[in-house]
């Protein structure tokens, strides 16, 4: 049941959210543009004003005359954001931490490359940021690999199955953690910098020597199925292990692994768009993608494939975009 202390939440986060374009706004301008009244508008503005979230700016006239409005606008530093990104690249563990602003501001990043991830290399990491932004309030991490709860129950790195590592830093620091799957990340930041609700849209990602991952937007809804492994490609039936489609993930190997998942992707979801990317990706491979296809699934139903260079910005952002989520307001 909703109850008006979720509504008056759920209202603060539709103007916060109006605000992270990093622009100014009267509270007539946000009355419009969020559909709420200017009254309920007023008592929002000065609760979240009062609580440091937002600051008021210059006044301007509003058509050249009369009294000025206030502007609104996020207060940058009121809260950071610490993001943990989990990977692995050409055959390296990869551990990229961002700190970000209350608005989504780069502010600091560091980049490990190593053999073996270990939480408390990640905990060190953090724990310096922590020294230097005191307002960091909260810890996203993305993790290649399915999240079971609190635990991370299988990835393509091994050593953070079972690890606790959620558990461990939560224990070490005190702070609202969150933890979810690198593709599911990723779609929540190409879902806001898309704004559509209506089209249906796969990723997919083919990085080389281990497992492709895909997820699909269901018409504004990311699909993570009933125990979140919706889009684990390693899980389809292809006849050989997990191990085995990782070392089949290599340049001249993967096309027909590819193919296959492209086509289960395109027979049972129907995306209108496919964008791809990873190393093992070229307007080559699309080709061939393509025409494996199209023996079997008509023309007109064939998705539109697009490649993108990379998935970090989306990646980043939708860590960015989960930080918002469970913000406190």
Avoid at 27 to 36: E, F, P, W
Avoid at 145 to 164: F, P, Y
Wanted: hydrophobic residues 40%.
């Amino acid at each position: 049941m909703t109850t008006s202390s979720d509504i008056r939440k759920n209202n603060k986060k539709r103007i916060y959210r109006l605000m992270l374009d990093h622009e100014s706004y009267t509270k007539q301008q946000i009355s419009a543009m969020t559909g709420l009244s200017v009254a309920t508008c007023n008592t929002l503005l000065n609760d979240m004003e009062s609580n440091g979230i937002l600051s008021i700016g210059d006044e301007k006239e509003l058509r050249g005359v009369g009294r000025g409005s206030s502007l609104y606008s996020i207060d940058d530093g009121h809260e950071q954001y610490i993001l943990v990104n989990i990977s692995v690249q050409k055959g390296y563990r990869i551990v990229d931490h961002y700190v970000v602003s209350a608005s989504g501001n780069m502010i600091q990043k560091s980049h490990v490359e190593c053999e073996v991830v270990k939480v408390k290399d990640i905990a060190d990491v953090i724990e310096g940021f922590m020294t230097q932004y005191s307002n960091a309030n909260q810890i996203v991490l993305s993790i290649p690999g399915v999240i079971d709860g609190d635990e991370i129950a299988l990835s393509d790195i091994r050593e953070l199955e079972g690890a606790g590592l959620k558990e461990e830093l939560r224990e070490q620091f005190d702070k609202n953690i969150f933890m979810e799957n690198d593709m599911h990340c990723i779609a929540y930041g190409y879902k806001d910098s898309r704004q559509d609700e209506d089209t249906v849209i796969t990723l997919a990602c083919f990085p080389s020597h281990i497992q492709p991952g895909t997820v699909t937007m269901h018409k504004g809804q990311i699909i993570n199925g009933y125990n979140g492994i919706a889009g684990l490609a390693g899980f389809m039936p292809l006849g050989i292990s997990p191990d085995e489609i990782s070392e089949l993930m290599v340049e001249g190997k993967c096309t027909d692994i590819i193919s296959r998942i492209i086509g289960a992707v395109i027979a049972f979801i129907n995306p209108k768009e496919i964008v791809f990317s990873g190393e093992l990706i070229s307007e080559k491979v699309l080709t061939e993608v393509a025409e494996y296809c199209s023996k079997s699934v008509p023309a007109k139903y064939m998705p539109e494939f697009k490649i993108a260079a990379d998935f970090d910005e989306f990646l980043i952002n939708g860590m960015f975009q989960i930080a918002i989520e469970n913000k406190k307001l």
